[in-house]
């Protein structure tokens, strides 16, 4: 039987409309899920799984400095401490305080974080330039049984820091910033904008700065 007659068979038509029938309504309900839930669809790309872990260096381009410069400080900086006594473990701050009020302005890759005392009164200013590249690090808490915060984030921002006020004794050429955002979530697709740490290193200092962004 040639090819022309089959198809004319009455079976055969059934049975050619019905692969037909299925095929559009499979594709329909591909078309509604997606329309319906497109988060869902596309979720899979960006979710974090049970190990995750990476450390990158990535460039900090035009997109990444406008996403960084439109972080929200919160007024308090925290100064790092341990139990001691803080002329013992902080180098490089006059008469440190343990928090002061922080007042952070941009400028493009300038940025400059003003320290304000319980008074009222600036105190010292720490200034940088943010890098070319960033560290970017994520690992999986393995704290909790269902995916939904596992990933633990940060991004890490390094270079040469200058200082005034109660900074200017610890200011060398050798001294160097690392600035990091951290946060929680379970996505690849984000980033860290929880938490933030400024530490300050060289031959004349070593302390920390520590606080929140605000949401």
């Known amino acids: 039987m040639k090819h022309s007659q089959l ?6 038509k059934a049975s050619h ?19 319906l839930h497109p988060a869902k669809a596309y979720a899979c790309a960006c979710c974090a799984y049970a190990g995750q872990w990476f450390n990158t260096t990535q460039n900090l381009d035009s997109s990444v400095l406008e996403r960084l ?3 929200k400080f919160d007024q308090t900086a925290n100064l790092y401490t ?8 902080i180098i490089g ?7 002061y009020t922080l007042s952070h302005s941009k400028n493009k890759r300038s940025w400059n974080f003003r320290f304000i005392n319980q008074q ?5 200013n720490l200034s940088f330039s943010l890098p070319q590249t960033f560290l970017s690090f994520g690992t999986d808490l393995y704290d909790k049984p269902t995916p939904d915060n596992r990933l633990y984030k940060e991004e890490r921002l390094s270079g040469r820091i200058t200082g005034s006020g109660i900074f200017i004794p610890g200011m060398t ?8 955002t951290q946060g929680k979530d379970n996505t690849l697709c984000s980033s860290p904008s929880e938490n933030w740490i400024l530490k300050v290193s060289g031959s004349k200092a070593r302390y920390s700065f ?6």
């Open 7 to 12: 198809l004319g068979h009455p079976n055969m």
């Open 17 to 35: 409309f019905k692969m037909i029938f299925k095929s559009v309504l499979t594709l329909s309900f591909a078309l509604m899920i997606l329309l």
């Open 69 to 71: 410069n439109g972080l």
């Open 82 to 89: 341990t139990g001691a006594e803080l002329e013992e473990t």
């Open 93 to 99: 701050i006059t008469s440190p305080s343990v928090s």
């Open 120 to 124: 009222g009164k600036t105190v010292g």
């Open 173 to 180: 050429s050798d001294t160097q910033y690392t600035f990091i």
């Open 210 to 215: 520590y606080g929140k962004f605000r949401q």
